[in-house]
């Protein structure tokens, strides 16, 4: 459910030149126009976005019924071709040979920008190689909307998508993103959130900061930022809050990890002398607040390298 327009939007009066203004600008024909549409509310749409949907000659789409919904929405009536992740080179096929008949072409997924994990990218790549141009239109994208609305303030940032489904594969991913500066930007399905929130709590540290943006620019949008060891008590004290399709977005490492590596082995070093292996991890992550887990690794790879150096 999408919420309604507030009464503080721009009046047709002076809308109406805006519109004049945008139709002023370049619209090549034999183009295809990457178009981003609403993640939720339909007031998100932009102008020049609504001006290339009304003049394009069709509009390729994740699903021609959903498309369609909206377009009607906005008083418009397109013709519509599929271009979904399972027919995406056929569809290029099919789109490259009309806009080489110089037809202009609307490219637009479900929700949000296309080509960013959805649809869109094999075809864009397929009529670029064909010589053929394409043009970006900006505009609404879950990420860069969780992001600003997050207050995590490292420089940079790394768009990671939705997380492998197989429990390994899950696994390997996150634990090669463990030493990564920049804010981690994760998607997640509502089925799969509560799976999702357990596998970080593993991965990473307990005090990274976590933020969960559900359901944006709709009705029951929520932003909520917690420290990871406190994200699995949220999630489940209200069964509300595994609705809804997420943006999750995770604090990168800090920039002093060698230091804190360095710190950790300086430990390790200290305890091996006197404990196991695994009571030296275990006081070690007391002391530090690093995973156990990595740090048994460390660890044996120390214990290992000073019995290849001859020690006891």
């Known amino acids: 459910m999408t919420e309604p327009l507030a009464s503080s939007t721009i009046p047709y009066s002076r809308v109406h030149p805006l519109m004049n203004e945008v139709a002023q600008q370049a619209y090549p024909t034999a183009t295809l126009y990457v178009v981003p549409t609403p993640i939720g509310n339909t007031g998100d749409v932009t102008l020049r976005a609504l001006h290339v949907l009304e003049m394009a000659d069709a509009v390729a789409c994740e699903d021609t019924r959903n498309t369609a919904q909206l377009l009607n929405r906005y008083g418009l009536s397109k013709n519509l071709i599929a271009a979904h992740q399972h027919n995406e080179r056929e569809a290029a096929d099919k789109l490259i040979s009309r806009l080489q008949a110089g037809e202009r072409i609307a490219l637009v997924s479900d929700a949000g ?7 869109g990218a094999r075809i864009v790549d397929a009529v670029r190689r064909a010589g053929l141009r394409v043009v970006p239109l900006p505009g609404a994208c879950a990420a860069i909307a969780a992001l600003s609305a997050s207050g995590l303030v490292d420089d940079r940032f790394h768009f990671i998508g939705f997380l492998p489904s197989k429990t390994k594969q899950r696994e390997t991913l996150l634990a090669s993103l463990c030493d990564m500066h920049g804010t981690l930007i994760f998607y997640e ?3 799969r959130i509560a799976d999702m929130v357990k ?14 943006a559900r359901e944006l620019t709709k009705l029951f949008e929520e932003v909520h930022r917690c420290k990871l060891s406190e994200a699995e008590a949220w999630l489940s004290a209200d069964t509300h809050r595994e609705k809804g399709e997420f943006v999750v977005l995770l604090q990168g490492a800090p920039e002093d990890v060698a230091e804190q590596d360095a710190d950790a082995a300086r430990i390790l070093s200290i305890l091996l002398e006197e404990c196991s292996v695994k009571q030296a991890a275990t006081l070690a992550a007391k002391i530090t607040g690093a995973k156990k887990n990595a740090l048994y690794e460390m660890a044996l790879k120390m214990q290992a390298d000073s019995c290849g150096n001859g020690e006891p």
């Open 113 to 119: 920008t296309p080509a960013v994990s959805d649809p």
């Open 189 to 191: 399905a509502p089925h």
């Open 199 to 212: 596998a970080l709590a593993v991965a990473f540290e307990p005090e990274r900061e976590v933020v969960f």
